[in-house]
């Protein structure tokens, strides 16, 4: 009997346990109305629908969960993951309703490891309305600063140049690795005044990509696992932004005075010491890195593979930047004007984002009771706007899984598209992302002509990534620009 004991107690426990679990899931499943819920399958208890959720598929799909949901219960259904109630939209006016209403009906509300790995003080997680405007409105400066600088056209261009020059001579590169230290060097120049190859760089980058492999790793905090080495990443990556910015704030000598008369934006918006403290100053430092590479980088490989399926859109592409070429100068840089002018380029960028997904959904969650379309969305409960989807609405685009820039002709076109989130948290770097994407196609299409040498897909993990790193072959292009 004594020996049986044990047995005995574990058994009570785990009843108690299991017990518990499926009043839980039941409490928060029931506890409204359910004939008002949206249908759907919650799954496992805890568990929920998670696995089948995340199950990676290409970016010019939904994937087979939401595909198989949708179709049985229709855009807008229940579920559970993320360990919460959950309600999927894939239904283009509710999920402009949820990213409009953020502050009101709506908040921010990722999952703790990534809470976690992105700190308190990220733009993407912080909930205060107030709070969040304020380091918004630092962000947006800081970007229209640096942008709007004398040099800031012009290191976009050399760097473009460099990197076509890097190339000569290579049959073969791997795009995906290439297009991140690009948009990762563009940022260092134009938000920490640093010049690509210096060692306090190279760190960062390294440090970067050891981040950004488990910062949508399972978040298993064990010392070998992707997402533990993430975490101790994103520490190095603050120290090391928190020395450059005491290097900013200690430097008092004729050239930072010099720097200031022509309107640095890193001293006159991050070294104020009445706007924000150190931590949040690192912070802001940290989302523009990481929204810069990761939007910039993915775009570009983006660009890549798909112009080189469509030959009808890649030779309109090259017209358009020849006749730029053209008018110009051997040598001359390009400008503002120029960009302007690069009207089918804006297609070509804005079907990318479309079809490519590099968002597949943001996290929301309603913070009081929310009527819409005859749903009820109880408080609490989470809310995935599944951007991906009303991309690839056969109601909303034309064959959508068709690559076709020639659809934005239509001004309607923008109106069903939402690649950046909207509200007060759309990326505040877009444009900039764009016009980066806009002089690299630029000199990417003057010098050369590739091919993909693998069968490879961009797959959403669930944010998107090339499996391979998008191996091409380069051929010097010899047609005769001046």
């Known amino acids: 009997m004594i020996l049986l004991l044990p047995v005995i107690l574990a058994l009570l426990f785990g009843t108690v346990i ?117 380091l918004r409105r630092i962000e947006v400066g800081l970007i229209n600063k640096f942008s709007s600088t004398l040099n800031f056209l012009g290191d976009i261009d050399k760097l473009c140049i460099s990197l076509m020059e890097s190339w000569r001579g290579n049959q073969l590169i791997l795009f995906s690795k290439q297009a991140k230290q690009f948009s990762f060097n563009l940022m260092l120049m134009n938000l920490l005044d640093m010049q690509p190859g210096e060692p306090l760089g190279l760190q960062l980058l390294e440090d970067f990509l050891t981040f950004m492999k488990g910062f949508v790793s399972i978040p298993i905090n064990l010392p070998w696992t992707p997402y533990a080495k993430a975490v101790k990443a994103r520490t190095r990556i603050s ?61 570009l490989s983006l660009l890549v593979y798909f112009l080189a399926q469509s030959p009808q859109a890649l030779q309109t592409l090259k017209d358009e930047h020849l006749a730029i070429r053209k008018k110009k100068k051997e040598g001359e840089p390009l400008n503002w004007e120029d960009y302007k002018q690069m009207e089918f380029t804006t297609m070509v960028i804005n079907e990318t984002l479309r079809c490519g997904n590099l968002v597949k959904f943001v996290h929301r969650e309603a913070i009081k009771d929310v009527k819409f379309k005859g749903y009820h969305i109880p408080a609490g409960w989470k809310v995935l706007p599944i951007l991906s989807a009303v991309h690839l609405e056969p109601s909303l685009h034309e064959n959508p899984s068709e690559f076709n820039p020639w659809r934005w ?72 620009v001046n």
């Not at 932004?241 to 001293?267: A, H, M, S, T, Y």
């Not at 923008?414 to 690649?419: G, I």
């Open 239 to 299: 120290s090391t932004l928190k020395q450059i910015l005491n290097e900013w704030k200690n430097r008092k000598d004729v050239q930072v005075q010099n720097r200031q008369q022509k309107g640095d934006p890193f001293d006159e918006i991050l070294v104020k010491e009445d706007l924000i403290s150190d931590v949040e100053k690192v912070s802001i430092l940290l989302d523009l890195l990481l929204a810069g590479y990761e939007t910039t980088s993915g775009l």
């Open 409 to 480: 002709t239509d001004p309607a076109t923008s109106k069903k598209v939402v690649p950046f989130g909207g509200g007060s948290r759309l990326c505040p770097g877009s444009e900039l992302g764009k016009l980066e994407a806009s002089f690299f196609l630029h000199y990417l299409l003057l010098n050369y002509r590739w091919t993909m040498k693998e069968e490879e897909y961009p797959m959403l993990y669930p944010y998107m990534d090339f499996p391979k790193g998008l191996l091409i072959a380069l051929e010097t292009e010899t047609t005769n």
């Open 18 to 134: 299991l017990v518990f679990m499926f009043h839980h899931l039941f409490f928060l499943v029931y506890k409204h109305d359910t004939k008002t819920l949206p249908g759907g399958n919650m799954g496992f208890p805890f568990v929920g629908e998670a696995f089948g959720f995340f199950t990676p598929h290409k970016s010019l799909s939904i994937g087979n969960f939401l595909q198989q949901r949708c179709s049985r219960y229709g855009e807008v259904f229940k579920s559970y993951i993320f360990g919460s109630p959950t309600i999927i939209s894939c239904d283009l006016e509710l999920n402009k309703f949820v990213l409009q209403k953020e502050g009101k009906l709506f908040q921010s509300s990722y999952p703790k490891p990534i809470r976690d790995i992105l700190g308190k003080h990220s733009l993407m997680i912080v909930t205060d309305v107030e709070r969040h405007k304020k």
